[in-house]
């Protein structure tokens, strides 16, 4: 083994392993229920897998064009259009990335230079904070109630200064199922107007929204489109993270901006996957029941667990649900999440790595995309703790 001893400076010297890499490494030592990390435990649809095999069959093997496959970007323009009623032209605003972490990191990477101020909200997706660190940014993080995780935007307002660059927002909220309302959207179009901050709206969970609550994506909003980057993600979609999949939109001149880092961060992304998602994403019907199939799922569970020592507020959106575990133990989220994991077979988030200085409010996030007899194996671990 090669020993290292030449001095080295980490550009992140506080950055652990991401927490999902933590809890599914030690689900799977444990062999453990695995509803940590978000990944759904069925598969895609047999259709999608054939389309992809017939893709490769039929050669496209090699690069696809920088800015993705351009029937990929037709069919991203045309479920846009029919979602929000807003064109995106598929040849100057529409990005296929290799996933929404791809489109987040390059998002950033074009946007963030040193000492530009980034205003983002805790709990916040483990991604966003080190990127904006990379290149020399601040975080600006404000902490959000852990009852109901709403915005004062009062307070945004507040921390606005001529340093601030961009605002992060992710509606459906990952991990507290928290939704951006009309209100929440409208503040935001107000704070924003006559400044030149820069919206990044990570809306990779859109399609997965509960009780007939309505996705106020940003395309909705032209004042907040015109500075909007937005980034979805075919792998929640379409239940399969693994093929780390999605697309950014965004006007041409920030879309033009975007691919100068794009086409040397990754160049492009899977080619037979491309041409297998632009036609699979033209049938609505393969998207549209997802609020219904995880809302499903999300009641099942809540109903399994109700006679747990366990307290929650329904998820209203993405496929996380939040536990309270303060009726069980004292003990710390984290040391908890890992107790669960070896001793009770099951493994979940703990949120206090999502939050400001690790702000432990004794809660845990659970992964529902799962199976009925999954869930219902969790439900009676869970009832028995
Ligand atoms: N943003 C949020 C809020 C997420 O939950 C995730 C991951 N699931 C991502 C971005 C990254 O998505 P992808 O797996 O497509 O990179
Ligand atoms: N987005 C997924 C989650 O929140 C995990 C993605 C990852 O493993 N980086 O669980």
């Known amino acids: 083994m090669p020993t290292y001893n030449i001095p080295f400076q980490s550009k992140l010297p506080n950055v652990p392993t991401s927490i999902f890499a933590i809890m599914s490494g030690l689900a799977n030592e444990h062999s453990a229920l695995n509803l940590a990390q978000g990944f759904p435990n069925f598969e895609s649809d047999e259709k999608l897998i054939s389309l992809v095999n017939k893709a490769m069959v039929e050669g496209n093997n090699q690069y696809a064009p920088m800015p993705g496959v351009m029937s990929l970007r037709e069919s991203i323009a045309q479920k846009t259009e029919s979602l929000y009623q807003v064109n995106y032209n598929p040849d100057t605003e529409i990005t296929v990335t290799a996933g929404a972490t ?192 995880y809302q499903e799922k999300r009641d099942l569970f809540l109903s399994l667990i109700k006679d747990s020592k366990f307290t929650s507020i329904p998820s209203k959106g993405t496929y996380f649900q939040l536990l309270n575990f303060k009726n069980i133990t004292e003990e710390s989220d984290y040391d908890f999440a890992i107790r669960l994991t070896k001793e009770y077979k099951i493994a979940s988030v703990p949120i206090s790595v999502f939050n400001n200085s690790n702000y432990d409010t004794k809660v845990l996030r659970f992964c529902f995309s799962k199976t009925e007899e999954t869930l219902k194996r969790a439900a009676d671990i869970l009832c028995n703790i």
């Open 102 to 293: 791809q489109a987040i990191f390059t998002i950033i990477a074009t946007t963030i230079k040193k000492d530009d101020e980034v205003i983002i909200f805790k709990p916040a997706y483990d991604c966003y904070e080190p990127t904006i660190e990379l290149f020399g940014g601040k975080p600006i993080a404000i902490q959000l109630d852990p009852e109901d995780f709403k915005i004062d935007w009062q307070q945004v307002r507040g921390l606005i200064s001529d340093k601030t660059k961009m605002i992060i927002i992710n509606s459906p909220h990952n991990p507290s199922g928290r939704i951006m309302t009309y209100s929440d959207m409208f503040q935001l179009e107000q704070l924003l107007k006559d400044t030149n901050i820069l919206l990044l709206s990570d809306e990779v969970y859109e399609h997965i929204i509960f009780d007939n609550e309505k996705h106020y994506s940003a395309a909705l909003f032209p004042s907040l489109a015109e500075r909007a980057f937005i980034v979805a993600s075919f792998g929640k979609t379409f239940h399969n993270t693994g093929w780390k999949m999605g697309y950014c939109l965004a006007p041409a001149q920030l879309t033009n901006e975007l691919r100068k880092v794009h086409q040397f961060n990754v160049f492009s992304v899977n080619h037979p996957m491309q041409i297998a998602l632009a036609s699979y994403l033209k049938s609505p019907d393969n998207y549209n029941y997802l609020g219904s199939f």
